[in-house]
T-cell receptor, first 124, second 113 residues
Framework: GAGVSQSPSNKVTEKGKDVELRCDPISGHTALYWYRQSLGQGLEFLIYFQGNSAPDKSGLPSDRFSAERTGGSVSTLTIQRTQQEDSAVYLC??????????????????????FGAGSRLTVL | KNEVEQSPQNLTAQEGEFITINCSYSVGISALHWLQQHPGGGIVSLFMLSSGKKKHGRLIATINIQEKHSSLHITASHPRDSAVYICAVAPWYSGGGADGLTFGKGTHLIIQP
């Protein structure tokens, strides 16, 4: 697509329920990232996918969070047994490049991010 | 973990003024991103740079790797520039990529007509 699409745009759920957030990156972008922005806080990196490589999960806050990317395109972020502190805007971004060497030193734009509009999650 | 500090946190200026937003970080990086978050929440990537200076329209970004500091300048500011400007740094091992970015808390800029 022309941009990064995220759904749902808003989700209200009860504590303890599971939620799934979807991200459809720009066609041809091999790198996909999930971030979250809690109220009054800055952006926080969650997880990174590059092609068919194993994802970098180093930013996931707990084992209740998981993400997958099917076919190197659409990604789903799943939060199990949601807690109130999970309330945030979950942002997805994609970039053309792999984000890692061998493009080290190549700053021509391959790693420039395009963000989706975000999914606002409210856990009651 | 890199510590990213932005200043000022809040800035209100009059239309036409020259704006400077600063970003400093504590650990060596491979690249630095400047992002713009609109009042509606949408985020746009403005610049990604690893050295020197980049210019796009009225926006200019500079970085000094030795001093671990970057600045974002807006010339001839306009009310539509009102947004949150976020600095983010990429760790040295990422080759400039966006995984593992550490973000500043943002600078809230308001340009009054």
């Amino acid at each position: 697509g022309a941009g990064v699409s995220q759904s749902p745009s808003n989700k209200v759920t009860e504590k303890g329920k599971d939620v799934e957030l979807r991200c459809d990156p720009i066609s041809g972008h091999t790198a996909l990232y999930w971030y979250r922005q809690s109220l009054g806080q800055g952006l926080e990196f969650l997880i990174y996918f590059q092609g068919n490589s194993a994802p970098d999960k180093s930013g996931l806050p707990s084992d209740r969070f998981s993400a997958e990317r099917t076919g190197g395109s659409v990604s789903t972020l799943t939060i199990q047994r949601t807690q109130q502190e999970d309330s945030a805007v979950y942002l997805c971004a994609s970039s053309r490049g792999p984000g890692r060497p061998p493009l080290a030193g190549d700053y021509t734009g391959a790693n420039v991010l395009t963000f989706g509009a975000g999914s606002r999650l409210t856990v009651l | 973990k890199n510590e990213v500090e932005q200043s000022p946190q809040n800035l209100t200026a009059q239309e036409g003024e020259f704006i400077t937003i600063n970003c400093s970080y504590s650990v060596g990086i491979s690249a630095l991103h400047w992002l713009q978050q609109h009042p509606g929440g949408g985020i746009v990537s403005l610049f990604m740079l690893s050295s020197g200076k980049k210019k796009h329209g009225r926006l200019i970004a500079t970085i000094n790797i030795q001093e671990k500091h970057s600045s974002l300048h807006i010339t001839a500011s306009h009310p539509r520039d009102s947004a949150v400007y976020i600095c983010a740094v990429a760790p040295w091992y990422s080759g400039g990529g966006a995984d593992g970015l550490t973000f500043g808390k943002g600078t809230h800029l308001i340009i009054q007509p």
